[in-house]
């Protein structure tokens, strides 16, 4: 018996494995779609469903679609309406893998899909096709676990207790609903354990009445994933994850309390009970979103219920990431983008707030400067470290430079924190000695700032848009900036030999121009991630650190 359970597991061991070698090559080509896809999300339900279809379609999984919307939920993404439809769509999209079993037959499929894997893999010279070539051989070697399943559990066949367990399954289809919860819950797979139930019906050993209620049990293990996932997320995103629970156990209610005419149907569909299991799963999952999508309204109170409570957001803590949306890594990458953007805007209020405390001599806007330049280190650090857990998944070529060029702008971001505290410190120091600026040199700090801020801005547009116009902007501040700097510099001097401002005044003047003037630097290589053909690294060895420059 314990040889049958470890060649069973090694079976099932080599199927999750085809599946995520599958789920891989498809992301790596499809990865800029699904951020598109999730960015045309509105408040409609039916475009989420859409959506929730597509990328589990994709990633091959309900489980990993269902917790990367319990991520985005907690990130603030994604709100409640949009989680239902996606939910809702991510059980239909999970059928395919089980209606690709049913199509092919898989013992004589796996040497052919081995084989083009390979050939595609090895000679193509394209991306795209290499993809193409990860995804047979991830399909191959998928049917490979099944086989070794089927064979694992070939001795079943011939024990009496099996053979009484399939009888009991038939008359008391709850006690299949809890196999199928009880199976699915340790695998944490559905598409595996429907994948088993399509092996024993290959093999004879398994009939449609038994199948069945495992079948629709599966589909409630399968949100134990998400369940889990939800631990130590915000109220909105435990919610998301009860709503998956709440929406497949109603469907199994219905689907049980109808399951003669259910069994009928699928039945003349095919004559085949692998073919016949694949076309359940898939009307069950498309007849529940049809008729559940209706109430998704009373869902939510329902879930509201029984979560209460609002949430609340620290602000040292990551808002837009959240390591359950790295099952899909595109849709982590364009999320930094955010977080950056986030931190990149506090950075830019920071900037403000020094150049105000010089001008104005305010020590509480000193003092809030300094409380959020601990936000941006702290920022810094964290999404560094998310950069680097983005960089070890399945990432196409173009999402991979990017996370590259994203390490940078975090660096470019703490350095404009760092500008702003440096404008601060001038700013106590003014306070301290009693130095006030004249009329004129005031006039010229709120002048250069003025454009420091507004390439602040357009640095900030061209990471989230990646809008070449706003880049052209940034490089037109900065030339402002630049001349202005010079301008005022020979402005002071004449002022120092006109008596008209004191050396102390003049020093730190001085000063608050070189650092405003190195932020709108700083803009230019922000600017320089989404720059077409403007994007170069170089190492500083001095430093250790790495720059952007343009080509």
Same mark, same amino acid.
């Given at each position: 018996m314990y040889k049958m359970i470890i060649a069973l597991l090694a079976g099932l061991g080599v199927f999750l494995f085809g599946m995520r070698v599958m789920s891989d090559a498809l992301q790596k080509s499809a990865g800029g779609k699904m951020k598109r896809l999730l960015e045309v999300l509105t408040s409609n339900k039916y475009m989420g469903v859409l959506v929730g279809t597509v990328i589990t379609g994709i990633i091959q999984s309900s489980s990993a679609t269902t917790v990367m919307?319990?991520?985005?939920?907690?990130?603030?993404?994604?709100?409640?309406?949009?989680?239902?439809?996606?939910?809702?769509?991510?059980?239909?999209?999970?059928?395919?893998?089980?209606?690709?079993?049913?199509?092919?037959?898989?013992?004589?499929?796996?040497?052919?899909?081995?084989?083009?894997?390979?050939?595609?893999?090895?000679?193509?010279?394209?991306k795209s096709i290499k993809h193409l070539g990860e995804f047979f051989l991830?399909?191959?070697?998928?049917?490979?676990?099944?086989?070794?399943?089927?064979?694992?559990?070939? @001795?079943?066949?011939?024990?009496?207790?099996?053979?009484?367990?399939?009888?009991?399954?038939?008359?008391? @289809?709850?006690?299949?609903?809890?196999v199928g919860v009880a199976l699915t819950a340790i695998v944490q797979s559905s598409s595996a354990t429907i994948g088993i139930l399509q092996t024993l019906a290959f093999k004879g050993?398994? @009939?449609?009445?038994?199948?069945? @209620?495992?079948?629709f049990g599966d589909n409630i293990g399968t949100c134990v994933t998400a369940l889990l996932a939800?631990?130590?997320?915000?109220?909105?995103?435990?919610?998301?994850?009860?709503?998956?629970?709440?929406?497949?156990?109603?469907?199994?209610?219905?689907?049980? %309390? %109808?399951?003669?005419p259910v069994m009928w149907a699928v039945m003349k569909t095919s004559g085949d009970v692998a073919n016949q299991i694949a076309n359940t799963h898939t009307l069950f999952n498309i007849a529940n979103m049809l008729i559940q999508i209706h109430f998704t309204s009373i869902l939510i109170k329902f879930v509201t219920k029984v979560v209460p409570g609002e949430d609340k957001h620290d602000k040292f803590e990551l808002k837009f990431l959240d390591k359950r949306i790295l099952e899909t890594p595109s849709v982590a990458a364009a999320q930094i983008v955010k977080e950056i953007i986030r931190m990149g805007e506090i950075a830019r209020a920071n900037v403000k707030r020094g150049v105000e405390a010089l001008l104005n001599k305010e020590e509480k806007t000193i003092e809030e400067l300094y409380e959020n330049e601990k936000v941006i280190n702290e920022l810094e650090k964290q999404i560094s470290e998310y950069l680097v857990m983005v960089s070890n998944t399945a990432l196409g070529e173009d999402e991979r430079y990017k996370i590259t060029a994203l390490f940078n702008t975090i660096h470019d971001v703490e350095r404009i924190g760092d500008h702003a505290e440096n404008l601060a410190e001038i700013a106590e120091y003014s306070i301290d000695n009693k130095i006030s600026f004249s009329n004129n040199a005031a006039d010229e700090l709120r002048a250069i700032f003025d454009n420091v801020d507004r390439a602040l801005e357009n640095a900030f547009e061209a990471l989230r848009t990646e809008n070449g116009a706003f880049v052209n902007n940034v490089d037109m501040y900065e030339r402002k900036v630049d001349d202005l700097r010079e301008k005022f510099k020979e402005s002071h001097i004449?002022?120092?030999?006109?008596?008209?401002?004191?050396?102390?005044?003049?020093?730190?003047?001085?000063?608050?121009?070189?650092?405003?003037?190195?932020?709108?630097?700083?803009?230019?290589?922000?600017?320089?991630?989404v720059r077409p053909g403007g994007r170069k690294y170089q190492q500083n060895d001095s430093k250790h650190e790495v720059t952007v420059g343009l080509i």
């Open positions: 919307v319990v991520g985005l939920v907690n990130a603030g993404m994604m709100n409640l309406s949009q989680a239902v439809g996606v939910i809702m769509g991510a059980n239909i999209g999970t059928t395919a893998t089980a209606q690709l079993i049913a199509l092919f037959k898989f013992k004589q499929m796996i040497p052919y899909t081995i084989i083009l894997g390979m050939a595609l893999l090895m000679l193509a010279k394209k991830g399909f191959g070697i998928l049917f490979m676990g099944m086989e070794a399943m089927g064979a694992a559990m070939e @001795p079943l066949r011939e024990m009496e207790s099996f053979q009484n367990l399939m009888v009991t399954l038939q008359h008391n @289809p709850f006690l299949g609903v809890l050993m398994i @009939p449609l009445g038994a199948a069945l @209620p495992i079948l939800s631990i130590g997320t915000n109220v909105t995103a435990r919610r998301a994850a009860l709503i998956h629970l709440v929406f497949n156990s109603i469907g199994t209610l219905i689907f049980l %309390i %109808i399951l003669k004449a002022r120092l030999n006109k008596n008209e401002c004191n050396v102390s005044a003049g020093v730190i003047f001085l000063d608050a121009l070189t650092n405003l003037e190195r932020v709108s630097d700083h803009c230019v290589n922000i600017a320089d991630v």
